[in-house]
Nanobody, 114 residues
Framework: QVQLVESGGGLVQAGGSLRLSCAASRSIFRPNAMGWYRQVAGKQRELVARISSGEGTNYADSVKGRFIISRDNAESTLYLQMNSLKPADTAVYYC????????WGRGTQVTVSS
């Protein structure tokens, strides 16, 4: 059974940092590019960071230079280090393959106060 379990969100002041984690099923994690997506209520989910199976990375312009995506293939775990957080980063964050599967985890809420 495919599982995606996100954790690490919380409330932080602008300028602060958080580190998100995603535990994924090994069957989908190892061979695939993985990504962090985020969604604000009433808006479409957007991909903010992607890492290939070979660990090449890509970032949305809005987070470039502030977020770092990484993966631990031995543990089937995806990470997102978020620095210099802004109120505009407030969202529910999800992990998934890229392109995404139909199945999604519950996400983890990140709230950045000004």
């Amino acid at each position: 059974q495919v599982q995606l379990v996100e954790s690490g969100g919380g409330l932080v002041q602008a300028g602060g940092s958080l580190r998100l984690s995603c535990a994924a099923s090994r069957s989908i994690f190892r061979p695939n590019a993985m990504g962090w997506y985020r969604q604000v209520a009433g808006k479409q989910r957007e991909l903010v960071a992607r890492i290939s199976s070979g660990e090449g990375t890509n970032y949305a312009d809005s987070v470039k230079g502030r977020f770092i995506i990484s993966r631990d293939n031995a543990e089937s775990t995806l990470y997102l280090q978020m620095n210099s957080l802004k109120p505009a980063d407030t969202a529910v964050y999800y992990c998934n393959t890229v392109p995404q599967l139909r199945i999604w985890g519950r996400g983890t809420q990140v709230t950045v106060s000004s």
